[in-house]
């Protein structure tokens, strides 16, 4: 899951949401460089997306992407997933995903010192354009696999990405409802055994 799910399954804990959000800028026993805290958020990261890698929806979504993309075609469903969840109304409305949205960059505001330094020179970024507000509309997600292509060692081409989102909208949709509530319930329970 990318970084709106990410947020979102910290159930409101700040330090956990400030390691799920950094984790993807920290590499193996690095973690334990962490206040404990930040540290169950990393963990509770590398779990979220070991289960996602491994459930059967998000493995049929990435055959979408994979004659184009290959490896990468998990981040596109990622980001892709994002998008479902940020219009998922049994999750969010408008107003309160536009509340959720700064109220993430609020907490994360007080984290600054735990950033990884790649995280810190992104985070502006993410802050400013409303990253994670803006995987609500199509052209944020647009931007995104854009984003994803700039900063990808091997990819030159957003477009067809987008395209095949486009085309593939109401399955990815689907995929997406098959998928969010079982990792919903798998995140809590991951996050409990941390404690």
Do not use: C
Not at 58 to 82: C, G, H, Q
């Amino acid at each position: 899951m990318n970084y709106l799910a990410h947020a979102y399954l910290s159930f409101n804990e700040p330090a956990v949401l400030a390691g799920n959000l950094i984790s993807d800028f920290v590499k193996g026993k690095q973690v334990l460089q962490f206040p404990e805290e930040v540290r169950r958020g990393i963990l509770l990261h590398r779990a979220i997306d070991a289960y996602t890698d491994e459930h059967a929806a998000t493995r049929e979504a990435k055959n979408i992407f994979k004659p184009y993309y290959r490896l990468y075609s998990a981040a596109f469903i990622d980001v892709a997933f994002d998008h479902f969840l940020a219009n998922d109304f049994q999750q969010f409305t408008d107003d309160s995903l536009s509340r959720f949205s700064q109220e993430v960059y609020t907490s994360m505001d007080t984290f600054l010192h735990v950033f990884p330094e790649r995280f810190r020179v992104m985070y502006p970024y993410m802050k400013q354009q409303n990253w994670l507000y803006n995987y609500r509309s199509r052209l944020g997600i647009e931007r995104s696999f854009a984003g994803l292509v700039r900063r990808a060692a091997y990819l030159t081409d957003s477009d067809t990405a987008f395209k095949l989102f486009e085309d593939n909208y109401d399955a990815l949709q689907v995929y997406y409802a098959d998928f969010f509530p079982t990792l919903h319930r798998h995140a809590l329970k991951v996050l409990d055994t941390l404690r």
